[in-house]
């Protein structure tokens, strides 16, 4: 199979810069739609959460249309699990409440992973949280060279046991070249990361939590705290 080369990567994206502009009404549309619905607090930060996922996700979609590029990134391929992923505390309470809320079998399946991680890993654990991602400009390298899995990462089949709610970083880091590049390299230079897509997904997120604070009530979510509060996704799920 033919794989486009680096160069060939960076001008189809360079179109994304021409043509390419994202609707943040329908970011908006999502919490505007579970503000006004009649449940619980505990849902409407649930399905808020993931509906500003998904449309990540259909952003994602929509720029490879517009490409002309089709993702190389596998069911099984998780050699991105071992990037530094930086979340804030409400994105970390979010995905621990539904994680919470799986059916009980596949809930307590990661939290024995999740009890078990830390002491696992207790060496590579402790030196890749201890590398400062606010100061130290090389913080991505330093952290894949610990080889560090993804708690989530379930290893028995190289997948993401919280898939529907995996991170914003996640979903926008993207392989078009040959898969193979994962594989030789920690740090491929051949990949993509849309962190553009970043803004319209927390000025949403952050607004529904500002709405939900002005009607007195954000359930397990602490405002404006939660918001600001930034590490990675290992120590706060450990």
């Known amino acids: 199979m033919n794989y486009p080369s680096t160069e060939q ?3 189809r994206c360079q179109l994304i810069a021409d043509r390419y502009q994202i609707d943040e009404r329908l970011f908006f549309q999502i919490i505007e739609h579970w503000d006004q619905k009649d449940v619980c607090i505990e849902s409407k ?3 808020s959460f993931k509906g500003l996922l998904h449309q990540v996700s259909l952003e994602i979609g929509k720029i490879n249309n517009e490409i002309n590029l089709e993702p190389t990134c596998r069911m099984g391929c998780a050699f991105c699990c071992y990037y530094p ?3 804030t505390e409400l994105e970390a309470k979010l995905i621990k409440n539904f994680i919470k809320n799986m059916p009980r079998e596949q809930s307590d399946k990661i939290k024995n992973k999740l009890t078990n991680y ?3 890993y207790s060496a590579m654990f402790t030196e890749a949280s201890q590398i400062d991602f606010q100061t ?3 913080f991505k390298q330093k952290y894949r060279a610990v080889h560090l899995p993804c708690p989530l ?3 028995e089949t190289n997948s993401c046991m919280a898939y529907d709610v995996r991170p914003i970083p996640c979903r926008t880091y993207l392989n078009y070249a040959d898969p193979k590049i994962c594989e030789q390299s920690a740090m491929p230079k051949e990949t993509v990361s849309f962190e553009f897509l970043y803004q319209p997904y ?3 997120l952050n607004c529904f939590i500002q709405w939900l604070y002005e009607d007195g009530d954000t359930g397990f979510i602490r405002y404006p705290d939660d918001i600001y509060r930034e590490d ?3 120590n706060w799920l450990t």
């Open 9 to 11: 990567i960076k001008e």
């Open 45 to 47: 930060l649930n399905e």
């Open 85 to 87: 992923i930086i979340i």
């Open 118 to 120: 830390q002491q696992h």
């Open 136 to 138: 130290d400009s090389e």
């Open 153 to 155: 990462l379930d290893l």
């Open 202 to 204: 927390f000025e949403a």
């Open 232 to 234: 990675y996704l290992v």
